[in-house]
């Protein structure tokens, strides 16, 4: 899998939009980018994922760009509840065989009132 | 909408004594299960994952066990609980096709005396 590089930490004020970047310059072809986020001793929850195209979804955008080498998620108003570790993970899809999961060091988003 | 459940959410046991912990998913059929074990700070451990009843694929020879009775159902066991296995369990879910993420149930902390 890619390596990915995060920002540790991060403030947002609550309302406005929440850009997370990443950075995955070694990404290869079949490799997809894929987002989760943990909220302190909850499981892993699934945001987005994408492969070159822009995607967007009811919790977030995507935005993937045009070399692949970063993206950014983009939480467009983001509340208090939406404060927490935020992973990029660049794997190729999941597959017999090729089903393990790792985590970087990620993003802390802090979300303030 | 697919909904994974997994329990219990906290548990304390001894030395020696068994363990189980179930893990259901509803709303999708013949999916992909898996148990993983997240170490402190954020490193995923694949244990177990399985692509049908009865099929399980261990990642690391350890302590413990799966087993998958029904189509949506994954359990995770040990005989004799040791000090190492402490931790906290995370079960996960993929519908198998294509670039599907994984879904993750908000885990389990053990915790062993």
């Known amino acids: 899998d890619a390596k990915t590089t995060q920002p540790p930490s991060m403030d947002c004020a609550e309302g406005r939009a929440a850009n997370l970047p990443c950075n995955h310059s070694?990404?290869?072809?079949?490799?997809?980018v894929y987002w989760y986020r943990q909220i302190h001793s909850q499981g892993p929850q699934y945001i987005i994922h994408?492969?070159?195209n822009n995607e967007t979804n009811e919790m977030a955008s995507l935005i993937i760009t045009e070399d692949r080498k970063s993206s950014t998620l983009i939480l467009p108003h983001a509340t208090l509840r939406d404060t927490a570790v935020y992973y990029c993970?660049?794997?190729?899809?999941f597959g017999i065989g090729n089903e393990k999961l790792t985590f970087g060091t990620g993003t802390r988003l802090t979300i303030i009132p | 909408s697919q909904t994974i459940h997994q329990w219990p959410a906290t548990l304390v046991q001894p030395v020696g004594s068994p363990l189980s912990l179930e893990c259901t998913v509803e709303?999708?059929?013949?999916?992909?299960l898996y148990w993983y074990r997240q170490a402190a700070g954020r490193g995923l451990q694949l244990l177990f994952y399985?692509?049908?009843?009865?099929?399980i694929s261990s990642e690391v020879p350890q302590n413990l066990s799966a087993s998958r009775p029904q189509d949506r159902q994954f359990i995770l066991s040990s005989k004799k609980l040791l000090l190492s296995d402490s931790g906290f369990y995370l079960c996960?879910?993929?519908?198998?096709?294509?670039?599907?993420?994984?879904?993750f149930g908000n885990g389990t902390r053990l915790t062993v005396t």
């Open positions: 996960a879910w993929r519908s198998g096709q294509g670039s599907s993420p994984l879904h």
């Open positions: 709303g999708t059929s013949n999916p992909n």
């Open positions: 070694t990404i290869s072809g079949n490799e997809y």
């Open positions: 994408g492969l070159k």
């Open positions: 993970i660049v794997r190729v899809a």
């Open positions: 399985s692509v049908g009843i009865g099929q």
